[in-house]
């Protein structure tokens, strides 16, 4: 069974960097399509980013230009650097392949 587990987040002021990784557990990593969802509070959960196994990216608007996210076959991992953070990117941030979802990481951003 594929697990995956997401590090990487914090509090982080406006304007501020961070960068998420999503563990994958076994190495079937290199077909898969990943994605990166996020949650806020009374909101619904939305498609920020994914990358398929030919490293096609696809971006929600709201995060272009700030948000790049990448893969490394070799160590099995997803990555979302996310740059120019915004109190409105403040979500709980979910790996998501197929019907496989991570645990989640937080990220608040906030001065």
């Known amino acids: 069974q594929l697990q995956l587990v997401e590090s990487g987040g914090g509090l982080v002021q406006p304007g501020g960097s961070l960068r998420l990784s999503c563990a994958a557990s076994r190495s079937v990593f290199s077909p898969r399509t990943f994605g990166w969802y996020r949650q806020a509070p009374g909101k619904e959960r939305e498609l920020v980013a994914s990358?398929?196994?030919?490293?096609?990216?696809n971006y929600a608007d709201s995060v272009k230009g700030r948000f790049t996210i990448s893969r490394d076959n070799a160590k099995n991992t997803v990555f979302l650097q996310m740059n120019s953070l915004k109190p409105e990117d403040t979500a709980k941030y979910f790996c998501?392949?197929?019907?496989?979802w991570g645990q989640g990481t937080q990220v608040t951003v906030s001065a």
């Open positions: 990358i398929s196994s030919g490293y096609n990216t």
């Open positions: 998501n392949s197929g019907l496989i």
